[in-house]
């Protein structure tokens, strides 16, 4: 093949390289993948309205997230076990990013520690995260990624059990292979028991700025935007100094509730305002779970 010229190109060349064998757990869904497939193809059905006769001689696609610059809209999500493709696992990806100046979400299941990112390159970036059955490894976790700057947390919600994987089962991939180190965690290990309760812990606990990521409902998007409005219990009030204020309008702005829209309620004010706030935002998904891919939320 000449130079690759577009994703799909640069997929066929990894898929070359990479053991079938683990290259099925990067390519595959759960299930028939039936949800795989339509995310794929609602990806084709979305269209721009281009507007004419506006001066484009100077363009930028530079932006902010979180308040984070970076060249694009567009950021690597947390995928996990990357030294399975290549022996520099995440900290290749971690410098590939650097290089674009896009935002990169490290997997709670990485094979590369945080501080070994951070040595590979400067940020930005953020830590995904599992909560694991082990709460105080949480937290450890969590201190490690503050350490190496991390300047939010996106807390993966929609994986209580890992799906049925049918290539994974036809060419015998092992999750996680027996000689794989994960210096953090592995799936086995997240626990399939969380509620909103535990948003509110995570939240008190990390201090940082909260994605949800993996909301497939309006509902839940709802009880997410509620979540921020709550004041943490226990530990959170003991760290509430450090928690940061709320944005002004979560993105379930317009999510009808009830025949009525249902409005983000501005910020309070001050500090005690701030302290009951810190924030939450709501990120897409993945194909964990089915859904109407074309219609999101
Ligand atoms: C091989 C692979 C590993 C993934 N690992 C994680 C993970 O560790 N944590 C997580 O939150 N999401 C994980 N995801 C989900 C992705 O972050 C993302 O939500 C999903 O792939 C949908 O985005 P896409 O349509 O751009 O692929 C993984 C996805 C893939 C394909």
């Excluded at 979305?46 to 809209?73: N, Y």
């Excluded at 086995?188 to 948003?199: K, N, V």
Aim: glycine content about 8%; overall charge positive; aromatic content about 6%.
């Amino acid at each position: 093949m000449s130079a690759p010229v577009n994703v799909g190109e640069y997929a066929e060349l990894a898929a070359a390289k990479v053991d079938p064998k683990t290259w099925c757990y990067f390519e595959g869904g759960a299930g028939d993948e039936v949800t795989l497939r339509a995310n794929t193809a609602a990806y084709g059905r979305w269209r721009f309205r281009p507007r004419m006769l506006v001066d484009v001689s100077e363009v930028s696609t530079a932006t902010t997230v979180l308040g984070t610059p970076v060249s694009m809209p567009l950021g690597i999500a947390p995928f996990a076990m990357q030294r399975l493709l290549q022996p520099e696992g995440e900290c290749a990806t971690a410098r590939a990013a650097t290089a674009a100046n896009v935002l990169m979400t490290v997997s709670t299941l990485t094979t590369c520690t945080h501080a070994e990112i951070r040595e590979a390159s400067e940020g930005p970036r953020w830590l995904q995260l599992y909560i694991l059955r082990d709460r105080e490894r949480t937290l450890e976790h969590i201190a490690e990624a503050r350490e190496a700057g991390y300047a939010a947390v996106v807390l993966t919600v929609d994986l209580p059990y890992v799906g049925r994987r049918e290539r994974d089962l036809r060419l015998g991939f092992e999750n996680p292979p027996s000689d794989l180190a994960l210096p953090y965690a592995s799936l086995f290990e997240t626990t399939p028991a969380l509620t909103w309760r535990d948003l509110e812990w995570i939240r008190a606990e990390t201090g940082l700025p909260l994605v949800v990521k993996g909301i497939l409902t309006r509902e839940d998007a709802l009880l997410a935007h509620q979540a921020r409005r709550r004041r943490p219990e226990g530990a959170g009030a003991r760290r509430s100094r450090r928690l940061r204020g709320p944005r002004r309008r979560l993105r379930t702005r317009g999510l009808r509730r009830g025949g009525r829209t249902a409005r983000a309620h501005p910020a309070p004010r001050g500090d005690r305002a701030r302290a009951r706030a810190p924030r939450v935002h709501v990120a897409g998904s993945g194909d964990a779970c089915p859904r109407r891919a074309d219609r999101p939320l």
